[in-house]
């Protein structure tokens, strides 16, 4: 990694949990006030499961991410700061880090503005891979890699740490892009290419990721993070908000096994010995966080594949009867369902898949809860799984009569239940599945990694 000059501190100014999530002009205006040395925002996550890695697309509209990439573009080139995206495009697919650069290209255009920008591709291609199974490792609780599995994967990416935004920036970009990269790396990279200590760095940096989730109050938005030798300092940037002992030391029970400790790339964040102390109402120290080296630099693999494709329908139950044994109804829908799929489509229990998901009674937590007394109405939603879209969308037209007029066992009338739309299928398209849980040793932390560099005025 490209050293840079040292700094006394380092101030971080993160607006929102997520590019295109949307926050306020002034918290960014805030944040230049208190001298903000760089701006950095994730661009995606795993949390919306792995349509978005498999297909290569955001979650997020471009109209969202442009209007708030206006407001950071026009930050960093006032206060000639950098600002850096991690994981664009949702699941940081190179298509991606594309999508995101072609909109921050045609807002330099509108905006007049002349900001170098660095695309950071990150993903992995099978064929390369499988030329390193013998450094690729699983995590708990996936078992040894087989070559298949990465060629059936739709898409591949390695998560970077910060060396190569670091790199990126210290090789003169002002905007980094960057493909699928730790939450955390995002924020860290600035701080650490300047010479701050990388226990305080690592964790200030784990507590800014989602923005105003460590405040009182996760609704507003934009933190501002200060780091020096010797810990950190954080408050929010919107009024009326706080940022409390309690807020702060509790963003570590957030998406981690152990509140303790977290694993980077390079090594693990240790904060057991940590100190939250309030310095007032709103701005809370931080110290006594350390960062532990690692033995191997690693770089984690995420991978999605296409499992096969759905259909949905929908349909609501209001009567009594019904309703007082739904789980009896479901039972017998099931049963039925499966003999005419037999009947009709000569179809087995392994050719194809179907959820009943009882919304009002148990869809959520099935048997991890006991049903209350009846409901007023349920959902029934079904969702059938086939090798291809014609015989899933076949399946539930075959389910079609039994979930507008099927009675209990015991009824002598026949119900009408409700369908909320015409059709009442709906082809949902392919469905993916995450199916990498591994992690590949390197010999360099950017390794797996490529920059391409934009300078200003170049054509885009």
């Known amino acids: 990694m490209i050293q840079a000059e040292s700094k006394v501190e380092v101030r971080i100014l993160v607006p929102s949990g997520m590019l295109g999530s949307g ?35 955001a979650k997020t509209t471009a109209a969202a991410v442009k209007r708030d990439l206006r407001i950071l573009l026009r930050a960093a080139a006032t206060a000639r700061i950098p600002l850096i995206v991690g994981s664009c495009g949702t699941s940081g697919t190179d298509s991606g880090v594309d999508w995101v650069f072609s909109i921050a290209s045609s807002l330099l255009d509108e905006e007049g503005l002349a900001l170098r920008i660095a695309r950071i591709y990150s993903e992995q291609p099978a064929a390369d891979l499988k030329e390193r199974l013998d450094r690729i ?10 070559p298949s599995t990465l060629e059936s994967c739709e ?31 995002v924020a860290a990279a600035f701080p650490l290419m300047h010479g701050m200590p990388a226990g305080p760095t690592w964790h200030a940096a784990k507590i800014v990721e989602c923005g105003a989730q460590c405040t009182t109050n996760p609704r507003s938005s934009g933190v501002f993070a200060t ?82 494709y759905e259909t949905m329908s929908f349909t609501a139950i ?49 048997a991890l809860e006991e049903a209350t007394a009846p409901p007023r109405e349920v959902g029934v939603m079904l969702l059938v799984s086939a090798p291809d879209q014609p015989t899933a969308t076949a399946i539930a037209k075959i389910a079609n009569p039994l979930m507008l007029h099927l009675p209990t066992p015991d009824m002598d009338y026949l119900p009408s239940l409700a369908f909320p739309f015409s059709p009442a299928e709906t082809e949902r398209g392919a469905a993916y599945e995450f199916v990498l849980n591994h992690v590949v040793d390197v010999d360099s932390p950017t390794a797996l990694f490529r920059t391409v560099m934009l300078e200003a005025g170049d054509v885009r």
Request: aromatic share 6%; glycine share 10%; with cysteine.
């Open 318 to 366: 209001r009567d009594p009867h019904i309703l007082g044994q739904l789980d009896t109804w479901a039972a017998l829908l099931r049963r039925i369902l499966t003999e005419r799929v037999s009947q009709t489509l000569s179809l087995g229990p392994d050719d194809y898949a179907f959820d009943i998901r009882l919304y009002g009674h148990n869809a959520v937590l099935g």
């Open 227 to 308: 780091i020096d030798a010797t810990g950190f300092t954080i408050e929010p940037l919107s009024d009326g908000v706080a940022c409390t002992p309690h807020s702060v030391a509790a963003h570590m029970l957030y998406e981690t096994v152990n509140p303790f400790s977290m694993r980077e790339p390079a090594g693990t964040l240790q904060v057991a010995d940590a100190v939250y102390t309030a310095l007032d109402d709103r701005r809370v120290r931080v110290e006594g966080s350390r960062f532990e080296l690692a033995e191997q630099y690693t770089n984690k693999l995420e991978g999605s594949r296409i499992t096969g």
């Open 137 to 146: 490792h699983p995590l708990a609780p996936h078992g040894d890699l087989d």
């Open 23 to 57: 926050f306020p002009a002034s918290i960014v205006d805030r944040g230049l006030e208190l001298g903000a040395d760089v701006i950095a925002v994730d661009g995606g996550s795993t949390d919306s499961g792995p349509h978005y890695l498999g297909t290569g697309t």
């Open 155 to 185: 898409h591949i990416v390695a998560m970077m740490g910060h060396e190569p935004i670091a790199d990126a920036l210290a090789t003169g970009a002002d905007v980094v892009l960057a493909g699928r990269a730790t939450d955390t790396a």
